[in-house]
Every structure is written in structure tokens, then in C-alpha cells.
């Protein structure tokens, strides 16, 4: 038996293990056993599903096989041997495809994520490039079918936004948007540059899986809420009521403002969600860090101060430096279209854990 079909039966034999397990009452009761085992059951099923068809074409291939070695009929061997041909074929696809489903996954890549983009060096310049990058992702977002939510934004004062965070829900959405955090770097001619000179500006992204309270435990005693008028658009209601509420996590000394909905019982909620998140991708940084000095990262380090892509407007180019990948087609990946970067991310993490032999 190959190797790979050792690791699929053994996740099979886990994967029955685990069919029993979701439906014992005492689990069912047990909210944070319940929410991990039904997120392994989902996870090991759609393994189980490859591993069947997997056994079943190694199968046919022994089975061709002891045809073409025992049978007299001409016809009947020179048809397995076209039948194995086409076996053997699909096997070496099934091969790479049942290598890369057997990297291990990151516990967080299935959440749900929080994306907050902020102004960095370069003034108004960088509150424009803010706009410019929320508007790039949510035009992806949109033609990959995920549902996204505003959850705050604070207007720069010539155009875009000094701070815009939203929620997205989907399919495995941190594992896609992870590689998005980090230092975001524009270099153009700003519309006031009366002399043509360009200007280097940057805008920080974090992307924070989001964390459910089972993940988290945020206790009452340890938040201070305060409310405040909203500023900035949203008409004489907002800005007439204390809809505006700030959350001050004490032990921790970190801060969430929420502003963008009309009560205060949204804005609320909505802080409360960003908290948890900030709080639990704290821990995610620090598993980062760990991998990525165990395997020499250069794709997820965990270090959201470190400057991971350059878009320079004069020569129509983006460049991701922790891949060395540039493309000059800085129009389409503004407009939305940054599936080509987004792969070479993900390709490359594989790439790193296949090395460095964790799907062992």
C-alpha cells in the first residue's frame, strides 16, 4: 500500500471515529467540543470523498493489471491496457491533488474574517489609497459570491478614508485573505503634485479571523463601553445621538470604535465582535511566528508591520515582495482582479509546507 493511501485510510478510519462522536449526546451538550468536532467532520469528509475514488482507480489498476498478465484474449488485453493507460493518467493527477489536500490546514483558515485598512505615511495621499484598496477588495469579494458588511469608516479629509474595516462571509475566507496583512505600499503622483513628482505612500491591512465565543472568552467585568456622537456622514441622526460606542478590553488595553450603524445597540454588537478578534488574532500572530521560524516563512510571518506589496502607478506594476512576483497590470488588480496574486500566495505556503515536510 503507498504511502498516500496509508495517510487516506488513516484519516477514514478518523473520519468514522468522528461520525460517532458528533451525534453523542454528551458532545451536543459541550458547545466548544461540539462546534470543533462538527468543523473536523465537515473538514475530514470532503477527504474521505477523494480517498474513495482514490482506492477505487488504485484498484482497477491492480485489477488491469492481473488482466493483461493472465488473459489469453488479444482483444480483451489490448482493452485493459488502453483502460490502463487512462487509469495510471487520473492517478498521477490524484497523486499531486491528495498531496496538497493532505498539507495540513491552519485551524483558522475556515473562519470568517474582519478586514480593517488604515492610513499610514503619506497623508492624504494614503487616505485615498485607502478607498482605493477597499474598493479593489470588495469588487473581488463580490464576484467570489461572499457577503461583506461595513462595520466602520472615518473619511479622510481630501477624498478616501483614514480607516475602513468591514466583515467578510464565505468559504474558507482567512485561509484566502491571510496574506493580505501586512504593509501596503503605493508610489504615484498625487493630484496636488504640481510638479509631477512621485510620492511614496502606505496603508497597513489587517485581516482578523473572526472569532466566535467559543474561541474567545470576553468577560463583561474586563470591558469598558463608552458612548459618543458619530462624525463624519450618516445624516442628523448620527450625528445627533450617542450611537457611537468604544470598547476598552482592561486587561489588555485594547480598543474597538464602532460608529457606522444608526443604533447603539449595532455598534455595540459590532464592537464586541472586532474585540474578539483582535484578541484572538493576537494568538494567531503568535503560532505564526512559530511556523514561520521553524520553516523560514516567506509568506506568513505574522509580522503586520512588514511591507508585503508595492503599487507604482508611472509603471503600471504590482509587486508582492514576498514572492517576487510582479505584474504589470495595475489597472485590472485595482479594479478587482487579484486571483493571479492571491494563488501565487497560496501556492507558495504549500510549496513551504511540502518542504518542509509537515504533511508527513
Avoid at 26 to 47: A, H, P
Avoid at 260 to 269: C, E, L, P, T, V
Avoid at 314 to 343: F, K, M
Amino acid at each position: 500500500m503507498s504511502s498516500l493511501l496509508k495517510k487516506l485510510e488513516q484519516i477514514s478510519i478518523r473520519y468514522d471515529q468522528v461520525s460517532e462522536q458528533i451525534v453523542d449526546p454528551e458532545i451536543i451538550s459541550d458547545m466548544t467540543r461540539y462546534v470543533k468536532i462538527n468543523r473536523e467532520y465537515k473538514e475530514l469528509g470532503t477527504i474521505v470523498k477523494v480517498y474513495n475514488r482514490y482506492r477505487d482507480v488504485i484498484d482497477n489498476i491492480a485489477a488491469s493489471k492481473e488482466i493483461i498478465a493472465t488473459e489469453t484474449d488479444r482483444e480483451f488485453v489490448d482493452m485493459a491496457k488502453m483502460e490502463l493507460d487512462e487509469l495510471l493518467s487520473e492517478k498521477s493527477k490524484m497523486d499531486e491533488e491528495v498531496k496538497i489536500m493532505l498539507i495540513p490546514k491552519d485551524e483558522e483558515d475556515s473562519k470568517n474574517v474582519i478586514i480593517e485598512i488604515r492610513a499610514g505615511a503619506g497623508g492624504d495621499e494614503a487616505s485615498i489609497f485607502v478607498g482605493d484598496l477597499y474598493r479593489m477588495y470588495i469588487k473581488w469579494l463580490e464576484r467570489k459570491g461572499w457577503k461583506t458588511e461595513t462595520i466602520t469608516m472615518q473619511e479622510g479629509t481630501s477624498g478616501g478614508f483614514k480607516e475602513v474595516s468591514f466583515s467578510v462571509e464565505g468559504e474558507n475566507v482567512y485561509g484566502v485573505l491571510k496574506f493580505e496583512s501586512g504593509v501596503h505600499r503605493v508610489q504615484r503622483v498625487p493630484k496636488t503634485e504640481t510638479q509631477g513628482r512621485v510620492h511614496t505612500s502606505a496603508v497597513t491591512v489587517a485581516v482578523l479571523p473572526e472569532a466566535e465565543e467559543v474561541d474567545v472568552v470576553v468577560r463583561k467585568e474586563d470591558i469598558r463601553k463608552d458612548t459618543y456622537r458619530s462624525s463624519g456622514a450618516g445624516g442628523q441622526h448620527v450625528n445627533k445621538t450617542e450611537s457611537a460606542v468604544r470598547l476598552t478590553h482592561l486587561p489588555t488595553n485594547t480598543v474597538v470604535e464602532c460608529q457606522d450603524g444608526r443604533s447603539q445597540i449595532k455598534n455595540y454588537a459590532q464592537a464586541l465582535k472586532v474585540l474578539r478578534a483582535r484578541l484572538y488574532e493576537a494568538e494567531v500572530i503568535k503560532k505564526e511566528l512559530e511556523r514561520a521560524t521553524n520553516r523560514k516563512s516567506q509568506v506568513s510571518t505574522g509580522d503586520r508591520s512588514a511591507k508585503i506589496r508595492t503599487y507604482n502607478y508611472p509603471q503600471g506594476r504590482v509587486t508582492d515582495h514576498r514572492i517576487g512576483l510582479t505584474l504589470y497590470s495595475l489597472d485590472n488588480i485595482i479594479a478587482g482582479d487579484i486571483d493571479e496574486i492571491v494563488e501565487g500566495l497560496k501556492i507558495a505556503e504549500n510549496s513551504e509546507k511540502l518542504a518542509a515536510g509537515l504533511d508527513s
